[in-house]
């Protein structure tokens, strides 16, 4: 498969996983989220790189959309985790949780 194709690939599966997350549909995020990962896989096997300027302009067009749609995971595990915060204090026996994310600088 062209390099291309694969950043093209990259580009829909990212936006399939964004339109998954916002639906809040559990099995639709994860069946995205393992196609996004089977592009990324098949990229990181791409043993040479071209340093043409079609495929470095499709790559820099490309990094807005995949920071936004990584800034919305961040967004929702983090809201995801404070609604296990006020579960686990409602429930008298419950431990609260103690782990944070790699980077979290409230942790």
């Known amino acids: ?3 291309t194709k694969l950043i093209d690939d990259l580009s829909e599966n990212s936006a399939s ?3 998954a997350m916002l639906s809040g549909n559990a099995a639709a995020v994860e069946e995205a989220t393992q196609a996004f990962r089977d ?3 098949q990229l990181r096997a791409v043993d040479q790189w071209s340093g043409d300027p079609a495929t470095r302009a499709k790559l820099v067009a ?4 995949l920071d936004d749609h990584r800034a919305l995971a961040c ?3 983090d809201m995801t985790g404070q ?3 006020m579960a686990a204090a409602r429930a008298r026996d419950t ?3 103690r782990s944070a994310r790699v980077g ?3 942790a």
């Open 62 to 65: 490309l990094m807005p959309q």
């Open 75 to 77: 967004l929702l595990a």
């Open 95 to 97: 431990r609260p949780v």
């Open 1 to 3: 498969m062209s390099l």
């Open 104 to 106: 979290d600088r409230f």
């Open 39 to 41: 592009v990324v896989e």
């Open 17 to 19: 996983l964004h339109e």
């Open 83 to 85: 609604m296990h915060e």
